[in-house]
Structures are given as structure tokens and as C-alpha cells.
């Protein structure tokens, strides 16, 4: 019996020396196990020997465990101010980032042209040519002109008329456009589209009458629809429906028509809508 208990005795001091980590209650609990057990042999001797033995076991376990416990205190208050560290690195580097992020958006912002400078070369030379006709075939201008020739002249509020009216079926036409190639996005509703198609025909709808009319009315006609028109372009591109530069070109383009259809119909207005033969220069 004595030399079982010895070797229990051996056995629980080996564990104990290599599980160092071990709290110091458990140790409690294993020496009274081992008091205990020593006590059921039933040998007063043998009891004060494991006694003994396991005081001594906890004499020799409590310094190591008490070394392993401060190492491993430190060792887990290092990872923590580690990982503090760390995670300011990091929140640090995603604010500066984010920060460059927003600064670079707001610096192409500032750099990207606005207004009419956003608009295509090309849309703009087109867009002014086209703007010519409305000034140049306004019966007083026209007068004034002497490359152009006198059968022009003399029908030159017809022809503006006319051309009046096919600008205004193009301005609407690009709303068809715009809605067969679903600019603004596939998400928009079936009635945002349908008024877009409806819209495209109108403007060609209004000003086709005035190509029947006299001069005076036919360019009052003319005039009020291309109004319209850009006050309703308006309205689309605020829904962003329309490019952000387009309103920019059209805004000048618009005047040039407009004054142009005005002075043929002041014109009308104080001379009649007779041809005026051109005056011979001096």
C-alpha cells in the first residue's frame, strides 16, 4: 500500500511540475485529494508523509505558478496595448484615407468644367451655326445683308418660319431619343416614360401650323413654342433626364431664336407682312 501511495504521490508531482499555469485553488483541491487519499490507507505515517509530500508539492508549485501567472499578466497587457495601438493605427490610416478620398473627389469637382465649358466642341459649333438662320432671316436683318439674294430676302420671314419649326420637331425629337435609349435609368417608371415620348411630339405638333400663316403670326407661333420648349427641358433636366450641359448650351440658343422670331414679328408689325423690296445702297 505504501508503495502505491508512492507512486501516486510521484505521479501527481510530475503533473504538477510540468502544468505550471495551474490556479492555486486547483492546487489546494489536488493536495486535499492527495490528503485524502493518504487518509483512506489508513496508515498515520503514510498520511503525514502525504501530508507532506503535497505541502511540499505546493511549496515548489506556488513560486513557478505565481512566475507564470505575472508572465503571462504581462504578456497578455503587452497584446492588449498591442492591439490598442493597432487599432488607432488603423482608425488613424482609414481617416486619412477617407479624408484624401473626399479631398480628391472635391478637387475634381472643382477641375471638371461646368456649364456651357462641359459641353462637346462639336455640340457647341453645331448648336451656334444652327442659331444663325433665326438672325440672319429676320426680314430686317436680312435687309441688311447684302451677300444674301433679293428672291431670299423677299420670302426671308417664310424661310425663318419654316426653319423655326423644324428646330422645334429636333428639340423634341431628342426626347424620343432619350427615352429609346432609357437615359436617367432602367428604373424609371412607365409614366416618367410615356410622358417623355408624349413630350417628344408636342413641340413639332405646335409649330407646324405656322408654316400656313402669315409672317406676324407665324413667327409669334414659332417664338412662344421654342419658349416652351427650353421651359420644359428645364423640368426634365432638374429630374436629371437630360445631360447637365445641355441646358447650359441651349439657354443661349434659345435667346438667338427667340430675338430673331421677335424681330420678324415687329417687323410685321409695323410694315405689314408684305415683302419689303431691298433699298439700293448709296
Given at each position: 500500500?505504501?508503495?502505491?501511495?508512492?507512486?501516486?504521490?510521484?505521479?501527481?508531482?510530475?503533473?504538477?511540475?510540468?502544468?505550471?499555469?495551474?490556479?492555486?485553488?486547483?492546487?489546494?483541491?489536488?493536495?486535499?485529494?492527495?490528503?485524502?487519499?493518504?487518509?483512506?490507507?489508513?496508515?498515520?505515517?503514510?498520511?503525514?508523509?502525504?501530508?507532506?509530500?503535497?505541502?511540499?508539492?505546493?511549496?515548489?508549485?506556488?513560486?513557478?505558478?505565481?512566475?507564470?501567472?505575472?508572465?503571462?499578466?504581462?504578456?497578455?497587457?503587452?497584446?492588449?496595448?498591442?492591439?490598442?495601438?493597432?487599432?488607432?493605427?488603423?482608425?488613424?490610416?482609414?481617416?486619412?484615407?477617407?479624408?484624401?478620398?473626399?479631398?480628391?473627389?472635391?478637387?475634381?469637382?472643382?477641375?471638371?468644367?461646368?456649364?456651357?465649358?462641359?459641353?462637346?466642341?462639336?455640340?457647341?459649333?453645331?448648336?451656334?451655326?444652327?442659331?444663325?438662320?433665326?438672325?440672319?432671316?429676320?426680314?430686317?436683318?436680312?435687309?441688311?445683308?447684302?451677300?444674301?439674294?433679293?428672291?431670299?430676302?423677299?420670302?426671308?420671314?417664310?424661310?425663318q418660319i419654316g426653319?423655326?419649326?423644324?428646330?422645334?420637331?429636333?428639340?423634341?425629337?431628342?426626347?424620343?431619343?432619350?427615352?429609346?435609349?432609357?437615359?436617367?435609368?432602367?428604373?424609371?417608371?412607365?409614366?416618367?416614360?410615356?410622358?417623355?415620348?408624349?413630350?417628344?411630339v408636342t413641340p413639332?405638333?405646335?409649330?407646324?401650323?405656322?408654316?400656313?400663316?402669315?409672317?406676324?403670326?407665324?413667327?409669334?407661333?414659332?417664338?412662344?413654342?421654342?419658349?416652351?420648349?427650353?421651359?420644359?427641358?428645364?423640368?426634365?433636366?432638374?429630374?436629371?433626364?437630360?445631360?447637365?450641359?445641355?441646358?447650359?448650351?441651349?439657354?443661349?440658343?434659345?435667346?438667338?431664336?427667340?430675338?430673331?422670331?421677335?424681330?420678324?414679328?415687329?417687323?410685321?408689325?409695323?410694315?405689314?407682312?408684305?415683302?419689303?423690296?431691298?433699298?439700293?445702297?448709296?
Open positions: 500500500m505504501f508503495l502505491q501511495l508512492q507512486g501516486l504521490l510521484s505521479s501527481h508531482l510530475k503533473a504538477l511540475t510540468l502544468m505550471r499555469t495551474w490556479q492555486p485553488a486547483t492546487l489546494s483541491s489536488l493536495s486535499r485529494m492527495i490528503c485524502s487519499t493518504a487518509a483512506e490507507a489508513g496508515t498515520t505515517g503514510q498520511g503525514s508523509v502525504s501530508t507532506a509530500a503535497s505541502d511540499a508539492v505546493l511549496s515548489s508549485s506556488r513560486p513557478q505558478h505565481t512566475r507564470a501567472f505575472t508572465t503571462s499578466a504581462s504578456f497578455k497587457e503587452e497584446m492588449r496595448n498591442t492591439g490598442s495601438a493597432a487599432a488607432e493605427s488603423s482608425t488613424s490610416e482609414a481617416t486619412a484615407s477617407s479624408t484624401a478620398s473626399a479631398a480628391g473627389v472635391a478637387a475634381s469637382q472643382r477641375l471638371a468644367p461646368r456649364g456651357l465649358a462641359a459641353a462637346p466642341p462639336i455640340t457647341k459649333v453645331l448648336g451656334f451655326a444652327g442659331a444663325i438662320p433665326f438672325l440672319a432671316l429676320s426680314p430686317p436683318i436680312a435687309q441688311a445683308l447684302p451677300m444674301l439674294p433679293a428672291e431670299l430676302v423677299a420670302n426671308a420671314a417664310l424661310l426653319y423655326g419649326a423644324t428646330i422645334a420637331s429636333f428639340l423634341g425629337g431628342i426626347h424620343w431619343a432619350m427615352a429609346m435609349a432609357e437615359y436617367g435609368g432602367r428604373g424609371l417608371s412607365a409614366v416618367v416614360q410615356a410622358e417623355r415620348y408624349l413630350w417628344s413639332c405638333l405646335m409649330a407646324w401650323p405656322a408654316v400656313m400663316l402669315a409672317p406676324g403670326p407665324g413667327s409669334l407661333i414659332v417664338g412662344t413654342t421654342l419658349g416652351v420648349v427650353y421651359a420644359v427641358d428645364r423640368h426634365f433636366a432638374a429630374k436629371a433626364l437630360l445631360p447637365a450641359w445641355y441646358m447650359s448650351l441651349r439657354l443661349p440658343l434659345t435667346l438667338a431664336a427667340v430675338t430673331g422670331m421677335g424681330c420678324t414679328l415687329a417687323a410685321s408689325l409695323l410694315y405689314g407682312d408684305r415683302p419689303r423690296p431691298r433699298q439700293p445702297h448709296a
